[in-house]
């Protein structure tokens, strides 16, 4: 029985096989770029320039070329530019590493921003710097201020039902 269940398993699982050179085309379609319609994969674009570079994969690739030389082929005739990501070497090495540097950057910059903020910030209950001293250099305004609400507001203070000058409104 554990024989019979074995052989059966076995015979379901077969070894990964290489992709159908229809499978290799569409890959390498969606590395492409059609170089008539900025931004589109030639397996997205409906251009006749995109039609035949499809075609011209699909011959190539039957006849027998790897995946490098097919892309090597249309960099040579297009330039860099036809390939949807950039190579991992020489100048474009930029194109990769520049962006995740940036956020790291981003990302220690803020931390460090909030870190530093958060000392900054007195916290619940503290007094903040010079306590006394912060109130005998407002004592003045904030005698300015008194005096004047005291003459806008009149003898009758804010409790008063007449609002300033003493005159009601209809309503």
């Not at 004592?139 to 409790?159: F, I, W």
Request: glycine share 12%.
């Amino acid at each position: 029985m554990v024989t019979a269940l074995a052989l059966a398993t076995a015979g379901c699982v077969s070894p990964a096989s290489p992709p159908s050179l229809e499978e290799q085309a569409q890959d390498l379609d969606k590395s492409l770029i059609c170089p008539v319609c900025p931004g589109e994969t030639i397996d997205q674009s409906q251009a006749a320039l995109a039609k035949q570079m499809r075609a011209i994969v699909r011959e190539k690739l039957a006849a027998g070329e790897s995946r490098e030389q097919v892309l090597e082929f249309f960099v040579k005739r297009y330039g860099d530019g036809v390939l949807a990501a950039p190579p991992k070497g020489g100048f474009h090495l930029l194109a990769w590493t520049v962006p995740p540097v940036l956020v790291l950057g981003a990302a220690a910059g803020l931390y460090a921003l909030l870190r530093r903020m958060g000392r900054q910030r007195p916290r619940r209950g503290e007094a903040t710097g010079g306590g006394d001293l912060e109130q005998k250099e407002l004592a003045p305004y904030l005698a300015r201020v008194d005096e004047e609400l005291r003459l806008l507001l009149g003898p009758s203070g804010p409790g008063s039902p007449l609002p300033p000058g003493g005159k009601a409104t209809g309503g």
